[in-house]
């Protein structure tokens, strides 16, 4: 297994992003994750890179695309308001470029990411997205997580406080389109999913 992730967290500094009702932003949340991310997966096999905080979303996907990467995943969190009230939207969200197999590697991130969200019902599925630049503009396949709301309290305290099994939820979902299957990271039992072939 040598396939290359290229993580890409938000970009935009403080104050864009402030988790509701405490001093934490989204990318500084996202930039963690993604450094807790980034060995995990290089440890089952796979190349990783992140792309560097000042490196706008076209230089990312352009490094990305040189450096031969087989799957591309931003990582955010979501807002449902400006930030002046508390939003009431709750969940994981994947967006997806309208694609069979895209939509199949997405739906693995977001069912890995559900197993650890306390409250699944609220989860938000897997949309298409047709003007995201790191969906429309990436030729390998692009998963994009909205992992849970930050301008929600409820969301935002389970963002901050569970990190570590958010970044372990983020490689399952890497793995099980690969078909790694690994029983260290590993939430539930069953096969491991497909292997993805050239896609588009
Ligand atoms: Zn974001």
């Not at 402030?18 to 807790?36: I, N, P, Q």
């Not at 406080?161 to 690994?182: M, P, Q, S, T």
Request: hydrophobic share 40%; proline share 8%; glycine share 10%.
């Amino acid at each position: 297994m040598n396939k290359r992730i290229y993580l890409s967290p938000e970009r935009r500094p403080r104050p864009h992003g402030r988790y509701w009702g405490m001093e934490a932003y989204e990318k500084d949340v996202c930039e963690e994750l993604a450094s807790l991310l980034a060995p995990l997966l290089a440890a089952r096999g796979f190349g990783v890179r992140i792309g560097a905080p000042e490196k706008d979303l076209a230089a990312r996907v352009g490094e990305a695309i040189a450096w031969g990467a087989d799957y591309y995943l931003p990582i955010h969190t979501n807002a449902s308001t400006g930030g002046a009230r508390e939003g009431t939207a709750r969940g994981p969200l994947v967006l997806a470029y309208d694609h069979p197999a895209a939509k199949a590697a997405c739906r693995r991130m977001y069912d890995s990411l559900l197993e650890v969200y306390p409250c699944p019902e609220r989860g938000r599925g897997v949309q298409v997205s047709r003007n995201f630049y790191e969906i429309i503009r990436t030729p390998m396949v692009s998963v994009y997580p909205e992992i849970a709301f930050h301008d929600n309290g409820e969301d935002a305290r389970w963002l901050v406080e569970n990190k570590g099994e958010i970044a372990r939820a983020l490689c399952r979902g890497v793995c099980r389109w690969y078909g790694v299957w690994d029983p260290l990271i590993a939430k539930s039992p069953g096969a491991p999913a497909e292997s993805s072939g050239p896609w588009r």
